[in-house]
């Protein structure tokens, strides 16, 4: 094997299950690549990998988020009442994602300010926002939203590509960035060895700081973009959110002890996990066997990457 | 090389036991505390019988807590606890109602399902060495999606015989709630296996040092399939438990359990990283919860403080233990 073909095993590897998948489709099901399909697929995974990418950078720098669906959830209600108040739309979204990157503020506070692990303060967080908006709200949804709410004033159809665009051009930038920036290194630095990133000049704890932030904004961008999508703001959206994301980024090779994954990786994880239900349907099969084919496939994934190693110790012990 | 660090090594057990029970003294204050305020504040709070419903509703999630201590002592942790209940209630359901089996060997199914459940999480963290985080994320969701096809989405198993009801919902002469007897064992079971067994003080390495553990001659893989065996039994167990209390077993079961039990263990001391925690303090954390969100009920005050509030106690209480750890350093 050769080198680059080594470091990209598992995204190698995830590629391969996807073109399996959509070889059996073509072969079994080809309506499933009818243009209609394809096109509620991206936008239904547009917001999911908005969340991913954020996801992807807070596991690089060994942390976790696991309040990002509570955080979802406030984002999406706060859009919704800024848009009721007469904003245009651009700032609609920007509170939105100010709104994120704040909620991302107090885990990063929290975490790299007084050094409390990440996951327990956003299993904590995770329960306080989604208890305070339910008791703000009182699980009424937000309604009579003004008509430029939904598709962005842009229609169903410049919505949907203006959704998947926005997607495209967050995870352009920060595959770009993350390998090309310094900004974007320090985060692989500071979560394969912070002690070292440390002597090199770069500060660990700011690093993490800022993947909260980023984690929170990219999670109220992705509120919006699904929030659009409906009539009405769900304030219980979102739930489980937090497992569908850390699962794609996962699958697609980002290691969870940090330092180790790329964006490309985060895509095909996103991408195989997203085509999973719709194939189901598709191959005749109950939509409700989603989740355990989902939760089999980060099984064998994950597994795939510990057999080599343990081959080795066996040999080793022999 | 080896000396001085022994020594320095040395002063540590005391000194993690102190904070330990700081810990757990200034949370039992705070069980005392909440039940001085809810049995002011509340109406019908300071009663046998609502002590009874206190347990009642405790007993779940306790049995998954008592089994995460252990989980959490090696550092690890087991997110699929919540799932595997469910599927444990659906196939105990289905063994009763579609093969028309005894109830006593519905529940067997029910437990069986739990270890079996457990046994693979134990192959894929203590064999393959995945770490449990992604372990278990995996079989959260594979667990909970394998209830969810079976059930088609909406199957719900009822009709189960009163012999199991009186489980979860009658009372055992002198007013204690006929399911509490059971966390009891578990509690005992767990604090012995934890506190007072060689594999308690071997769980507790691994959780400070899993290549120091080896080294001590600890046999690491086996210490860990073992919590992560416990852990599904628990779960089934639980679905056990679930299913009596409220009569009805669907794929939804014991959604997000996981959390609170897992909050229940770190608001006990447990640390996260494994290594320091008590079983005490887990039950103690337990009690503070539940009292939570029953006193915050009968005192009408809307039930999502009790989210807010334990979620806060969680952060107060990790922040302290920090607090706590950096001053006995320096």
């Not at chain 1, 391969?16 to 995974?45: K, Q």
């Not at chain 1, 790299?112 to 305070?132: D, F, H, K, N, S």
Request: glycine residues 14%; positive net charge; contains cysteine.
């Amino acid at each position: 094997m050769t080198p680059a073909a080594g470091r990209y095993r598992r995204e190698l590897g995830v590629a391969g299950a996807l073109v399996l998948l959509l070889g059996l489709l073509t072969v079994i099901a080809p309506a499933f690549f009818g243009a209609a399909n394809l096109r509620d697929l991206l936008v239904a995974n547009a917001p999911v990998l908005v969340a991913a990418v954020g996801m992807t950078l807070v596991i690089l720098a060994r942390q976790i988020d696991i309040s990002i669906g509570s955080q979802f959830a406030i984002c999406g209600v706060a859009a919704g009442l800024l848009a009721k108040t007469g904003l245009p739309m651009p700032l609609v979204a920007a509170g939105a994602v100010a709104a994120g990157a704040a909620l991302g503020a107090i885990n990063g506070a929290l975490v790299a300010g007084l050094g409390l692990p990440a996951i327990v303060v956003t299993l904590a967080t995770m329960v306080v926002l989604r208890e305070g908006l339910r008791w703000r709200t009182e699980g009424v949804w937000i309604q009579d939203l003004p008509e430029r709410f939904q598709w962005f004033g842009l229609g169903q159809a410049g919505g949907r590509v203006a959704i998947v665009a926005a997607a495209i051009v967050v995870f352009a930038a920060f595959a770009w960035g993350l390998r090309r920036l310094a900004a974007g290194r320090a985060v692989y630095a500071a979560g394969s060895d912070p002690e070292a990133a440390r002597l090199v000049g770069i500060h660990p704890r700011r690093v993490v700081f800022a993947t909260f932030v980023f984690m929170g904004a990219l999670t109220g961008l992705a509120a919006v973009l699904t929030a659009i999508q409906f009539i009405d703001v769900q304030t219980s959206a979102g739930t489980g959110l937090e497992m569908k994301v850390i699962a794609a980024v996962v699958v697609g090779g980002v290691a969870i002890s940090g330092g180790r994954g790329t964006l490309v990786g985060t895509l095909l994880g996103v991408t195989l996990l997203g085509t999973i239900g719709p194939a189901l349907t598709f191959l005749g099969t109950q939509a409700y066997w989603e989740r355990a084919l989902q939760g089999a496939v980060i099984l064998l994934a994950v597994s795939t990457d510990a057999l080599p190693s343990l081959v080795r110790r066996r040999r080793g012990r022999a | 090389m080896a000396a001085p660090e022994a020594a320095a090594a040395a002063p540590a057990p005391a000194r993690t036991g102190r904070g330990g029970h700081t810990h757990e003294w200034l949370l039992l204050a705070l069980v005392v505390a909440e039940t001085a305020y809810f049995a002011y504040a509340g109406s019908n709070f300071f009663t046998t019988g609502n002590a009874g419903e206190v347990a009642r509703a405790s007993v779940e999630i306790g049995l998954l807590a008592l089994a995460l201590t252990a989980v959490i002592l090696t550092g690890g942790i087991d997110l699929s606890v919540g799932s595997l209940l469910g599927l444990a209630a659906v196939l105990m359901g289905s063994a009763h109602r579609d093969l028309q089996w005894p109830i006593a060997a519905a529940a067997l199914v029910g437990i069986g399902v739990g270890v079996g459940g457990g046994v693979l999480n134990a192959a894929l963290v203590a064999r393959l060495g995945v770490p449990p985080l992604i372990v278990t994320l995996g079989t959260y969701s594979l667990f909970r999606g394998i209830a969810e096809g079976f059930t088609g989405g909406i199957r719900n198993y009822t009709d189960f015989p009163p012999a199991l009801l009186f489980l979860g919902q009658g009372r055992l002469p002198g007013g204690v709630p006929a399911q509490v007897p059971l966390l009891v064992a578990a509690a005992v079971f767990f604090w012995l296996l934890v506190h007072r067994t060689p594999i308690g003080r071997g769980v507790r390495a691994i959780g400070f040092s899993p290549e120091g553990a080896r080294f001590a001659g600890i046999p690491v893989a086996r210490r860990l399939s073992l919590v992560y065996v416990l852990s599904g039994a628990m779960a089934g167990l639980a679905a056990v438990v679930y299913a009596a209390r409220l009569g009805q077993a669907k794929a939804d079961a014991g959604s997000g359990y996981e959390l609170f039990a897992i909050t229940a263990v770190v608001l006990g001391g447990t640390s996260i990283f494994g290594g320091r925690g008590s079983v005490h303090g887990t039950l103690l954390g337990l009690v503070a919860v539940a009292l939570l969100q029953n006193g915050l009920r009968l005192s009408d005050q809307p039930a999502e403080l009790a989210g807010i509030l334990t979620g806060v106690l969680l952060i107060g209480a990790i922040g302290a233990n920090r607090l706590v750890a950096e001053r006995s350093r320096a």
